[in-house]
């Protein structure tokens, strides 16, 4: 990933974080966007204080199409091109459909769906214009194929992304740009594990379920991220690839 810029939206914590900071240690230009700005500057300096790269943070929300416009213009002006962009942000909790507000489905919907396509089709934009290829790696979940009681919203959104994922995979080939998907599984130290399995007893019972008997950790979606962004995988297009240790061929429902 020498001299190639990433841009990792949700970056400043959790898997966000840890994928900007293996790209930084691969010797990529990073750039995270998140809406905290001084979560943003801790991961900044964070970051840059265990390696040599590029650094920028950009406050925005992917819901806002000027806000990732200008993320895009600022990478440009920071770093020259855009390479990679992970769509990692995204928006979750738990609620019985029959009691979820209709703003309580559009809100994450309109984070993970419309925020997905909103730096997918601005970045690709870029991509395209630069013709220099690059890759994207959009962050789903394995119930956007088997669906989950508890988060209709996020499943849905999550099926509306692997869709685009394809779409956009079999349409912008021809420029070089590459569309995958990752949909990890119960990982520690994420948001997801914060909202999805908060207690010990949820935590215990997930492992009990999983045909490896553990969580994943954050360098497991590192590995994978690494691989699908680079030229390690250039010729894997439009794939998913699961990082759950199994969990979801042996058992689809979390909760
Ligand atoms: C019921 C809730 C709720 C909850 C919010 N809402 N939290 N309803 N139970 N716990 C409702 C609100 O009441 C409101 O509806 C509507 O949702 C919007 O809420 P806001 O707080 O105004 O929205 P916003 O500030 O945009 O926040 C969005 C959010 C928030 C999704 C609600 O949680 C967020 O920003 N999360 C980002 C971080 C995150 O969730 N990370 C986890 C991703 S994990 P009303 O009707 O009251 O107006 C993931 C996959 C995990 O995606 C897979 C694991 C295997």
């Not at 790269?53 to 992917?62: C, K, P």
């Not at 995204?90 to 507000?101: D, H, K, P, V, Y």
């Not at 590459?178 to 949820?202: C, D, H």
Request: some cysteine.
């Amino acid at each position: 990933m020498e001299e190639k810029t990433a841009i990792v939206t949700g970056g400043s914590n959790g898997m966000g974080k840890a994928m900007a900071e293996r790209f930084a240690s691969k010797g990529a230009n990073i750039v995270i966007t998140g809406r905290n700005e001084e979560r943003l500057a801790n991961a900044k300096s964070d970051i840059q204080s265990k390696t040599d790269a590029g650094v920028l943070t950009v406050q925005m929300d992917v819901r806002d199409r000027d806000d990732v416009q200008r993320t895009v213009d600022e990478t440009k002006n920071a770093f020259g091109q855009i390479d990679v962009l992970v769509n990692n942000a995204a928006g979750n909790f738990i609620s019985q459909a029959e009691n979820l507000s209709e703003n309580g489905w559009k809100a994450v919907i309109d984070i993970c769906l419309n925020g997905t396509w909103n730096c997918s089709q601005l970045v690709g934009k870029e991509m395209i214009a630069q013709k220099t290829g690059g890759s994207m790696l959009n962050m789903i979940a394995t119930y956007a194929w088997t669906g989950s009681a508890g988060v209709v919203h996020s499943a849905a959104a999550k099926g509306g992304i692997l869709a685009l994922t394809k779409s956009l995979a079999i349409e912008w080939g021809k420029y070089g740009i590459r569309v995958n998907a990752m949909a990890p599984g119960p990982i520690e130290n994420t948001g997801g594990a914060e909202k999805l399995f908060a207690s010990e007893s949820q935590v215990k019972q997930i492992k009990r379920m999983n045909p490896l008997g553990e969580v994943g950790k954050l360098d497991d979606v590192a590995d994978a991220a690494e691989f699908l962004v680079s030229s390690q995988s250039r010729y894997v297009n439009g794939d998913c690839m699961t990082v759950d240790g199994g969990q979801w061929i042996a058992n689809s429902r979390y909760m």
